[in-house]
């Protein structure tokens, strides 16, 4: 079964700094998808960024980039520019592309990190 | 606004009771995913349907039940709940259910066990 490991369970940054979380994985699987999820403490779960395992290239939303490390196994999200309303709790996410269980693309979460920005 | 929509917000209610957890997809997706956040497990995955059936099932109890009706909207039925059961319960969808295609989570419906 694929795991998602957050080893960070806190991280606080500084207004306009950059900040890094890690996200480590688990799959014996060569196609996947990853995902950050951002949960404020309003409690939707938003969707931040996509990876999919074949691309080498590291996807880029605005202020959000990720560094994809394949063979590490390794998915962390850099935030730069911090602004205030980046504080949340952050999940990284694993998705299977083949499914389980006859087809389903469940996302497996990790515990999360809770991101704190200082003004 | 993801689209999803999760009814109710909050839940309230006593050990051994019946709850039923509504959630209205975005409008064209055929999948459904329901997920549990409790503060010991975190997010986990219960179960999946698509487009009327039910496709998977995860970490869910068997006290727990959900279906996917004709207009796409899903029902989680929990039943002789228990304490453990408090957690924060989340619908998402998805346009067809493959890998590629993101998951959208509606707000969540907190449910508080007395």
């Known amino acids: 079964a694929q795991t998602v490991t957050q080893s960070q369970p806190e991280m606080s940054v500084q207004e306009a700094e950059t900040v890094t979380l890690s996200c480590t994985y688990d799959?014996?699987?060569?196609?996947?998808?990853l995902f950050w999820y951002k949960q404020p403490p309003s409690r939707q779960m938003i969707l931040v960024i996509r990876q999919e395992a074949y691309k080498q290239q590291n996807a880029t939303e605005n202020r959000f980039s990720v560094n994809f490390q394949k063979a590490a196994k390794s998915f962390s999200l850099k935030i730069s520019d911090s602004q205030l309303g980046d504080a949340a709790m952050y999940f990284c996410a694993y998705r299977s592309a083949y499914g389980t269980q006859g087809g389903s693309e469940k996302l497996v979460f990790g515990k999360g990190t809770k991101l704190t920005v200082n003004p | 606004d993801s689209g999803v929509t999760q009814t109710p917000k909050h839940l309230i209610t006593a050990t051994g009771q019946r709850v039923t957890l509504r959630c209205s997809p975005r409008s064209g997706d055929l999948s459904v995913y329901w997920y549990q956040q409790s503060l010991d497990q975190g997010l986990q995955f219960l179960i999946q349907y698509y487009n009327g059936e039910e496709r998977a099932k995860g970490n869910i109890l068997e006290r727990f039940s959900a279906q996917q009706f004709p207009d796409l909207h899903s029902e989680l039925n929990l039943s002789s709940l228990e304490l453990g059961d408090s957690a924060l319960y989340f619908c998402a969808s998805s346009v067809d259910g493959r890998a590629r295609q993101p998951q959208h989570f509606g707000d969540g419906t907190r449910l508080s066990i007395l």
């Open positions: 799959t014996s699987e060569s196609d996947y998808y």
